[in-house]
């Protein structure tokens, strides 16, 4: 069975840092490439990043500069590093594997995990 968990999730002051974790479970998680989507509310799911078998990261122009996206293969754990962090960086953070096509897509992604909240205060 497989489990995505999210945790690191937080109440932060604008400009500040939090990094999420995923902990992966049930799945060879170093044949997968992951992502992280986030969802505020009254919004769409929307892509965060992704990252490769290769190390290759993908950002959302919203993100890039500011977020980072690791792995940790033996430990079968995604991570994303958020700093500078926005009042518009407020929603619950997934993270999810990607079964084909665009990495960019929501479609694209077939387990999910149940979310993190992040909120961001100004």
């Known amino acids: 069975q497989v489990q995505l968990v999210e945790s690191g999730g937080g109440l932060v002051q604008t400009g500040g840092s939090l990094r999420l974790s995923c902990a992966a479970s049930?799945?060879?998680?170093?044949?997968?490439?992951m992502g992280w989507f986030r969802q505020a509310p009254g919004k769409e799911r929307e892509f965060v990043s992704g990252i490769k078998l290769s190390g290759v990261t993908y950002y959302a122009d919203s993100v890039k500069g500011r977020f980072t996206i690791s792995r940790d293969n033996a430990k079968a754990t995604l991570y994303l590093q958020m700093n500078s962090l926005k009042p518009e960086d407020t929603a619950v953070y997934y993270c999810a594997t990607f079964t084909g096509g665009s990495v960019y897509s929501i479609q694209s992604y077939g387990y999910w995990g149940r979310g993190t909240q992040v909120t961001v205060s100004s």
């Open positions: 049930g799945l060879t998680f170093s044949n997968y490439i």
